[in-house]
């Protein structure tokens, strides 16, 4: 069995264990933009990724409790950009237009969490910490050619956020959502080797490459409640 389909797996037994213990369970889809950003060698990178993401998740919703737990999977498009502004030659005059090179990291993802409520007026806020897995389905280098080998097919992380629910009706409402999701493993790395320089003639030192995601992510989704009622 793929990586893929064992997390398919593990996500689909995680949502039915999840739907029998609770005794209420809300459920939907939401996605929306993604801002993404990377750390090479603990220093921040260059420009930001304007990207996108989209999830299913489903929720425990216990009638009398302010804090319930949920798990989501979704498809996140993270990495980060280098714009390259429009300039001109001033020994030849050939103008080189601007252009943007993008690092795209195309990653499903596993994600277990809790969240804990609070009414706002007629609005319920809430507050949400969550441990993520992620695996690369694919990726697109324009930068950094060359680095494919030192990709990480595993990379896990945490996500915390926060949003509002609108209830449209008694079991269908709207939610948005605001998540910052760092990784805490690397999505490339190159060990630091020895190589020798053709030019020079000397033995040189390649440094380590370690490169770490960091996302910004804005949803809009739907939501759904299903309402466990126990008949004598």
Known sequence: ????????????????????????????????????????????????????????????????SSGSLFAETGYHVKGRAFRLRATVNPNTGITYEAQTLKLKFNNASLLLGARNRFLVGNTTAFYSIALRGEYNVSHDLQLYRGYEDGIQKFVYGLSFGGGF???????????IDFRVSPDISRQIFIPASQYNNPFTGTEETFREQSVKNIALEVSLGIRFLRKVIYVD
């Not at 793929?2 to 809300?26: D, E």
């Not at 629910?165 to 939610?175: M, N």
């Open 1 to 64: 069995m793929s990586s893929s389909k064992s997390i398919l797996v593990l996500t689909f037994g995680i949502l039915i264990s999840m739907s029998v213990c609770a005794q209420h369970m809300a459920f939907g889809v939401k996605g929306g933009p993604t801002l993404g950003t990377q750390k090479w060698n603990s220093a921040q990178g260059n420009d930001p990724l304007f990207s996108y993401h989209i999830m299913a998740f489903v929720e425990t919703e216990d009638e009398g």
């Open 165 to 175: 629910d609108f209830p449209f009706s008694e079991l269908v409402g709207g939610v």
